[in-house]
């Protein structure tokens, strides 16, 4: 994927408001396009408005935590069926084989060293499988561990 051919829209979801700067201007960075939610009810709020390409979920927020945007998105395919869901959080290990069956691929670790957000964004990652939470079999995982 040619960055420079494809501007992507992010939606960044977390209640910290410092992660959520850091995380826009990361992807601003980038060439793409960044939203913001501060909770999961924002998000699916936002979602039905907007339409986006890649979300970056935290799981422990207020109101709606991010497992349950999962589920609310599995539930409703037709309201983003192209988002790519990316989960970034602390608590990803009790959650993992939730998030797996419901079709997240990829799940990062805080604390997030900004090469591996920046290297996400420029992957090709962003642009392949699994669009659609529990349409496709979860692949991979990455967990903020070096290869």
Do not use: Y
């Not at 051919?5 to 601003?28: E, K, N, P």
């Amino acid at each position: 994927m040619n960055a420079e051919a494809q501007r992507l829209h992010f939606l960044v979801v977390d209640d910290s408001q410092d992660i959520r700067d850091v995380f826009c201007r990361l992807v601003q960075r980038s060439g793409h396009v960044a939203s913001i939610a501060r909770d999961g009810l924002e998000a699916i709020e936002s979602i039905q408005r907007e339409s986006f390409d890649v979300m970056l979920l935290d799981l422990s927020m207020p109101r709606m935590n991010g497992v349950e945007v999962v589920r609310w998105l599995r539930d409703h395919p037709a309201v983003a069926p192209d988002m790519r869901v990316v989960v970034v959080s602390a608590w990803t290990g009790e959650h993992r084989g939730v998030l797996q069956e419901l079709g997240v691929d990829t799940v990062m670790q805080k604390p997030l060293r900004i090469e591996q957000l920046t290297d996400l964004i420029a992957e090709g990652l962003l642009g392949q499988a699994a669009p659609v939470p529990g349409t496709s079999p979860a692949g991979r995982a990455r967990d903020g561990e070096d290869r």
